[in-house]
């Protein structure tokens, strides 16, 4: 207290009580205790002395502040986990996961997928969509990564099985005449994608054999008529199956025509009549 007063001998000999706490005198200080849970201004005086026997008093204003310890407490984030998921297309036709759906978090966002090993990935919104690459059928996968508010991240598996695509062959059925060929359209009626012939069987009563734009042309065997079947067998490029062509060979229409001839008199002239007359067995 003393250090800016002014004078010879200086001592303190005298202090008025404040008013929330208690001043004490020691040597050339005074101790300020304030009351239990003050905060706020108090004051007290106090008296100097110095040699002289002279006496001067000066006011101590003390401000008591209140001192707050705040201790953080972390907050833990809410879980978050990625869930596998597993779907199935078919050959050349892509399809879009929902991936999200069966995900639990806040603020869910893919932020990464991984490149499957037989097709491609490619993320819209919360789905990803699978493209399996030309050709392939069988199993492939790829992983996904979401993030959620907190920043935190979980990674899942998704499996997709790509089948071949539907393939089936129908029978078929056609008419012809004795002797004369007739082309069947065979791939017309059966359901796949990208078909092709590969193998045609033997009629019991003529020839078959395919022909350009997926077609097979059917030959009777000479004067047959009647009912004849073969089969035949497709393919996809994944898968294939056989089916029937039943062929009914007809006897052409018979008609006779009018002849003519020219002789001498009472010479004989012989008359091919069955030359120009259609039917069979000319």
């Given at each position: 207290m003393l250090v800016n007063d002014t004078g010879t001998g200086l001592s303190i000999f005298q202090t008025s009580p404040p008013a929330h706490g208690s001043a004490t005198i020691s040597g050339g200080a005074i101790t300020y205790t304030p009351s239990a849970g003050f905060a706020g201004t108090d004051s007290f005086s106090y008296t100097i002395r110095d040699s002289f026997g002279q006496s001067a008093s000066a006011t101590v204003t003390v401000t008591v502040t209140v001192t707050v310890t705040v201790t953080a407490v972390p907050i833990n984030p809410p879980g978050l986990s990625a869930v596998d998921d597993a779907v199935s297309t078919v050959a050349g036709n892509p399809v879009t996961i929902n991936v999200l759906t069966n995900d639990t978090g806040t603020g869910l966002d893919i932020i990464q997928v991984s490149r499957p090993a037989h097709?491609?990935?490619?993320?819209?919104?919360?789905?990803?969509?699978?493209?399996?690459?030309?050709?392939?059928?069988?199993?492939?996968?790829?992983?996904?990564?979401?993030?959620?508010?907190?920043?935190?991240?979980?990674?899942?598996?998704?499996?997709?099985?790509v089948n071949p695509p539907g393939l089936n062959a129908v029978d078929d059925a056609a008419t012809t005449q004795a002797r004369t060929p007739v082309t069947i359209p065979v791939l017309t009626n059966d359901v796949g994608a990208g078909l092709t012939i590969t193998q045609v069987g033997a009629p019991a009563h003529g020839s078959a054999v395919a022909s350009a734009g997926g077609a097979i042309t059917y030959t009777p065997a000479p004067n047959f008529t009647g009912a004849d079947a073969f089969t035949y067998t497709?393919?996809?490029?994944?898968s294939a199956d056989s089916a029937t062509v039943r062929v009914t060979v007809i006897a052409p229409a018979l008609d006779a025509v009018d002849d003519a001839a020219t002789t001498q008199s009472r010479i004989p002239v012989t008359i091919q009549n069955t030359g120009h007359d259609p039917g069979a067995g000319q």
């Open positions: 097709g491609s990935a490619t993320t819209s919104g919360g789905a990803i969509t699978y493209t399996p690459s030309a050709g392939f059928t069988g199993t492939d996968s790829f992983t996904y990564t979401i993030g959620d508010s907190f920043s935190q991240t979980a990674t899942a598996t998704v499996t997709v099985t497709i393919t996809d490029g994944f």
